[in-house]
Antibody, heavy 119, light 109 residues
Framework: EVQLVESGGGLVKPGGSLRLSCAAS????????MNWVRQAPGKGLEWVSS????????YYAGSVKGRFTISRDNAKNSLYLQMNSLRAEDTAVYYC????????????WGQGTLVTVSS | SALTQPASVSGSPGQSITISCTGT?????????VSWYQQHPGKAPKLMIY???NRPSGVSNRFSGSKSGNTASLTISGLQAEDEADYYC??????????FGGGTKLTVL
């Protein structure tokens, strides 16, 4: 069974940093591109970043470019999101999602981890 | 920028509804990589349609998708109470990124 489990969320002050993790199991993690998608409270989904299976291709949404860094460790079946210079508008539930074919769709999602940026 | 969806749609049990998703030639119109997701409150999104009109295994055939030009559509036939949820479209883009629609709240009357 495919499982994606996010962790690392919490309360952080504006300007602070946080590192999210996503532990994958039940599939060949190293064969799939992975993504982070976020959802602000009461709002819609926003794609944040993607990373190819071998980390050769990395993309970011304009709203996080230069502040967030996506990475993965295929030996540990783990996906990461390093978030720096956090702002109030980064407050959201962050989901990791498996990319079925590198151009979407996202066929499996984790349950999400909440990041709250507030003083 | 985000794809355009109606904020809300509604229908009675047994009826059909259609949700539109409008983008540009750089996303929806340029690729057959449009997906639709269903999200119940407090839950993770669930893939319902991919590549414009394909259903993943296990998704009811009451759900169907189509596309014309820069607009994709999700149709749900034979509405059931459990279909009440938020629905999001997404598309691959010419920048090799993904873009979501703003979401549509479906109410089953």
């Amino acid at each position: 069974e495919v499982q994606l489990v996010e962790s690392g969320g919490g309360l952080v002050k504006p300007g602070g940093s946080l590192r999210l993790s996503c532990a994958a199991s039940g599939f060949s993690f190293s064969s799939y591109s992975m993504n982070w998608v976020r959802q602000a409270p009461g709002k819609g989904l926003e794609w944040v970043s993607s990373i190819s299976s071998s980390s050769s291709y990395i993309y970011y949404a304009g709203s996080v470019k230069g502040r967030f860094t996506i990475s993965r460790d295929n030996a540990k079946n783990s996906l990461y999101l390093q978030m720096n210079s956090l702002r109030a508008e980064d407050t959201a539930v962050y989901y990791c999602a498996r990319d079925w074919t590198t151009v979407g769709p996202f066929d499996y999602w984790g349950q999400g981890t909440l990041v709250t940026v507030s003083s | 920028s985000a794809l355009t969806q109606p904020a809300s749609v509604s229908g009675s049990p047994g009826q059909s509804i259609t949700i539109s998703c409008t983008g540009t030639s750089s996303d929806v119109g340029g690729y057959n990589y449009v997906s639709w997701y269903q999200q119940h409150p407090g839950k993770a999104p669930k893939l319902m349609i991919y590549d414009v009109s394909n259903r993943p295994s296990g998704v009811s055939n009451r759900f169907s998708g189509s596309k014309s030009g820069n607009t994709a559509s999700l149709t749900i036939s034979g509405l059931q109470a459990e279909d009440e949820a938020d629905y999001y479209c997404s598309s691959y883009t010419s920048s090799s990124t993904q873009v979501f629609g703003g979401g549509t709240k479906l109410t089953v009357l």
